[in-house]
Each structure stands twice: as C-alpha cells, then as structure tokens.
C-alpha cells in the first residue's frame, strides 16, 4: 500500500480528524440534552468485532479458499449491517422525531469523519500482512 511520506503528519491529520468526529457525535447529544444520538457510538465499538471473529473462525490457511470464503463474507455482511445502521440510526431518530435534524446532521457529519479516518488509516498504514484486525 501507500506509505504517507510522512508518516508523523499522518498521524497527526488522522487524529484530528477521529477526534473532531467524536466531538460532533457529542456534541450532538449534549448541545441539546438528548443523549440518544450517542447509539451511534455503539455501532463504531461493534462494527470491527464480526470482522476480526470470523477471520479468527477462518483461520491462516489459503485465504481464498471455498471453506473460508462463506465465513469471511458473513463477516462482511455484519459488519457493513453495521456501518449502515451507524448512518441510518440518526436518521431513524430525527424522522420520529426524538432528535433534532440539526443533531442528525452533527452525528452524521461526525460519523462519517470517524469512518473515512478508519479508512485513511487502512489506506496509508495497513498492509495485506497487517490486515487480521
């Protein structure tokens, strides 16, 4: 993969950018003192956990193997089930009205800089050795 020419400046861009999408995701419950729109948290927590389970299930042998492979893909499965109930809960909240739009708009926009930092940091630092995570 692509190695930044400067890693340091990378990691200090990726940093910025976790935190300050995990400020709006506060931000959106705290400003208006509803602290539902912090459920969204919980899908970032589990979001990685059926990926890393079934690759343990899978084990080290031929990666493309036709035994692998239906267990690496319900990984897949639940942890995209996952990413999209990240994005759909907010807007779930703020259609039954339990959230303010402007919070749906906090906790989406922060969501989606938590999600392209984890895939800025797969990109420019996981290699395909690295990638059991």
Do not use: Q
């Amino acid at each position: 993969m692509a190695t930044p020419s400067n890693p340091m400046a990378a990691i200090i861009a990726l940093a910025f950018s976790l935190s300050v999408g995990i400020l709006l995701v506060i931000l959106s419950s705290a400003l208006f003192n509803n602290w539902l729109p912090l459920l969204v948290v919980l899908t970032y927590i589990l979001a990685p956990i059926p990926n890393w389970v079934c690759k343990r299930i899978a084990g080290n042998s031929d990666f493309y193997s036709d035994d692998n492979r239906g267990v690496l893909e319900t990984g897949y499965f639940m942890t995209s089930v996952l990413v999209v109930s990240g994005f759909g809960l907010p807007l779930v909240l703020a259609h039954s009205e339990l959230i303010t739009m402007t919070a749906m708009y906090l906790s989406l926009t922060g969501g989606l800089m938590i999600y392209f930092t984890i895939l800025g940091y797969i990109k420019f630092f996981v290699t395909v050795d690295d990638a059991s995570f």
